[in-house]
C-alpha cells in the first residue's frame, strides 16, 4: 500500500491522542505487551462463578456458534471474534467472520466489523470458524486480522463517528462477490486501512487465520497463516512470507522473513510474534511452522518507498532437529514419527524465551514439549541455547505462562503442568476431562486454565497443587481467559461471561 501523505499521518496521531481513554488495568492485546506472557496484575478476581444463579457474573452474552478469538479489553470496550450464526444485524445472513465491539460495562453491542468467507476452497476459511484473531488496541486503532487473510486497521468508534478513511470502500468489504456494495450503517466497523496477505504479499492461508499482531514503535509484525492447501501434501506458495511486518499508521508493506520457511510448513503458521529486549538490542521472536523459533532484529527505521526488506536474522533455534526435514507430509497421519510444528507463541521472560512445539495435533506424531531458550546467543544455535525440555503428554496449542519462578501450560494429552521455570523439572500436574487448547492465564495469585469440554478450572500459583475451583459451561472453550480491570473474561464457543467478585444475583445480558 502506498504510503499516505503527511496531514493524514498528522490527523492520526492526533486521533489517538483525544480519543477514548485507556484504562490501567486495560488488557488491549494478546498478553502482557510484547512478551506475551499471559500474566495479569488484576486482584480480586473470582476462584469460581455460577451461570445458573448469576453468582460471580457481571454480565453474559451470546456469541456464535464457534468462537476462537481470545477477547481484548481497551478504552471501555471488550473485542471479539466469532462467527456469524446468531446474527446482530438482519442484512448479514449467513456464514461470516465476524469481530465485535461490546461495551465493557454491560456487554451492549456498539458496533461488528463483519466479513464474507473467502469464496471457492473451504480450507482456506473454514466453515463457522469465524475471526479467530484477537485484535490489538492502541489509542483509537483497532488492529486486527480478519478471516480472509486482511491485516485491518479500524477506528475505535466504528461507524458512530463517521466514516474517517482513507480507506471508503466497507459497502463492497461486507458485501458477497458479485453483489452490490451494502450501505454502511452505525454498527458497522470503520476500517482506516486495509492490507490483503493473499494478494500483496502472495500467501496461501490454511483452515483459518489466526493471528495476534505485534505493535513496536511505527511497526505493525504478523504472522500470515500460510500453509498447505485441501490436499495436506503440498505447499502451494512456498516462497510466500512466514511473518511480514507493516507501517501501521498507513498498512504499508515494509519487511518479511527471508528464511524460506513455506516448504517445511507441515500444516499452517499460527504462532504471533512475540518482542523482546536482549543485551540493549529488540528482538522479535517467531515460531515457524517449520518448528524452529527465529529471532529478527526489530526494525527501527522505515524502509525507501516501495522497498520490501528481509529482516535480518538474529538466531534460529530447531525445536526438533532430529525430525524429518524433506519430503514432510509422507508423514501424514504419523503418529509416532514426522516433522514439529509451532502453534502457540513464545513467550519472553527474563532473557529467555519458552515455547510449546511438537507433533501435529490433526495429523502429526503425538509428542511435543515445552522448551526453555537462552536469547542472548546469534547464529544457529540449536546446540548450545537450550537450557531445558520438559516432555508434554501429548500435541500442544497453549502458551506458557510464566510466573513467579513456575511455568503453567496445558495439552491436548488433557494435563495441566507446573514446572520450576530455572530447572524445567516437574511441580505437580493435574488431569482434566478435556483437551487444552486455550492458554493459561496466571492473575490474583490463581491459574486459569479452560478445556475442550468447556470447563474452567482454578488453581492456586503455587509449586504446591491446590484446585481452588471448576466451572461447568457446558460449551467448548478455544479461548484464553483474559482478565481487566477487576473483571476475568472467559469465553466458550457459543458465549461470553464477565465474571467479578460479587454477592450474587442475576446476570445482566447484553447484546442483540
Not at 149 to 163: K, P, R, T, V, Y
Amino acid at each position: 500500500m502506498p504510503r499516505r501523505s503527511t496531514p493524514w499521518l498528522r490527523f492520526a496521531v492526533v486521533l489517538a491522542a483525544v480519543g477514548v481513554p485507556a484504562q490501567a488495568g486495560d488488557r488491549a492485546q494478546w498478553g502482557e505487551r510484547h512478551s506475551r506472557n499471559m500474566v495479569s496484575g488484576e486482584k480480586g478476581l473470582p476462584a469460581s462463578f455460577d451461570p445458573k444463579t448469576g453468582k460471580n457474573v457481571k454480565w453474559a452474552v451470546p456469541l456464535g456458534s464457534e468462537t476462537y478469538s481470545s477477547p481484548v479489553v481497551a478504552s471501555g470496550r471488550v473485542f471479539i471474534g466469532t462467527n456469524n450464526q446468531r446474527p446482530r444485524d438482519p442484512r448479514h445472513q449467513g456464514d461470516r467472520g465476524v469481530l465485535l465491539c461490546l461495551d465493557e460495562r454491560d456487554g451492549r453491542l456498539l458496533w461488528q466489523l463483519v466479513v464474507p468467507k473467502l469464496e471457492d476452497d473451504p480450507y482456506l476459511d473454514w466453515p463457522r470458524s469465524g475471526i479467530c484473531s484477537p485484535p490489538t488496541i492502541e489509542g483509537d486503532r483497532v488492529y486486527a486480522m480478519t478471516n480472509r487473510c486482511e491485516a485491518a486497521c479500524l477506528d475505535i468508534h466504528g461507524m458512530a463517528n463517521g466514516n474517517d478513511g482513507p480507506y471508503k470502500d466497507e459497502g463492497s468489504h461486507m458485501a458477497l462477490r458479485g453483489k452490490p456494495p451494502m450501505e454502511p450503517g452505525t454498527l458497522d466497523a470503520d476500517i482506516l486501512w486495509l492490507f490483503d496477505l493473499v494478494g500483496k504479499a502472495g500467501v496461501y492461508p490454511h483452515d483459518a487465520t489466526h493471528c495476534s499482531p505485534l505493535l513496536h514503535g511505527r511497526f505493525l509484525y504478523l504472522n500470515t497463516s500460510t500453509g498447505v492447501d485441501n490436499t495436506h501434501r503440498r505447499n502451494r506458495a512456498p516462497d510466500a512470507p512466514s511473518l511480514v511486518v507493516l507501517e501501521k499508521a498507513t498498512g504499508r508493506y515494509l519487511a518479511r522473513d527471508g528464511e524460506r520457511i513455506g516448504p517445511l510448513i507441515y500444516h499452517s503458521t499460527w504462532s504471533s510474534p512475540a518482542l523482546g529486549d536482549v543485551g540493549g538490542r529488540p528482538l522479535v521472536f517467531f515460531g515457524g511452522g517449520d518448528g524452529v523459533v527465529y529471532a529478527f532484529e526489530a526494525l527501527r527505521a522505515l524502509p525507501p518507498a516501495r522497498e520490501v526488506l528481509k529482516l535480518q536474522r538474529a538466531w534460529r533455534f530447531d525445536c526438533d532437529p532430529t525430525a524429518p526435514k524433506s519430503d514432510i507430509h509422507r508423514y501424514k497421519r504419523n503418529r509416532e514419527v514426522g516433522p514439529s510444528n509451532i502453534k502457540s507463541m513464545p513467550v519472553f521472560h527474563k532473557g529467555r524465551v519458552y515455547v510449546t512445539v511438537g507433533g501435529d495435533v490433526w495429523w502429526g506424531k503425538a509428542k511435543a514439549w515445552l522448551k526453555c531458550i537462552d536469547a542472548s546467543k546469534r547464529g544457529d544455535v540449536t546446540a548450545s541455547a537450550e537450557r531445558w525440555s520438559y516432555p508434554l503428554r501429548r500435541h500442544c496449542c497453549s502458551t506458557p505462562a510464566i510466573h513467579d519462578g513456575l511455568v503453567f501450560v496445558g495439552d491436548c494429552g488433557r494435563t495441566v503442568h507446573c514446572v520450576d521455570a530455572e530447572t524445567g523439572k516437574p511441580c505437580w500436574t493435574h488431569q482434566t476431562r478435556g483437551h487444552i487448547w486455550a492458554s493459561p492465564l496466571v492473575a490474583d495469585g490463581k491459574v486459569y486454565v479452560a478445556t475442550r469440554r468447556g470447563e474452567l478450572w482454578t488453581f492456586a500459583a503455587s509449586r504446591q497443587k491446590q484446585v481452588l475451583g471448576r466451572v461447568a459451561l457446558r460449551s467448548p472453550i478455544s479461548a484464553s481467559p483474559v482478565a481487566a480491570n477487576g473483571v476475568l473474561y472467559v469465553a466458550t464457543h457459543s458465549r461470553l461471561y464477565a465474571a467479578h467478585r460479587s454477592g450474587g444475583g442475576a446476570p445482566a445480558v447484553g447484546g442483540r
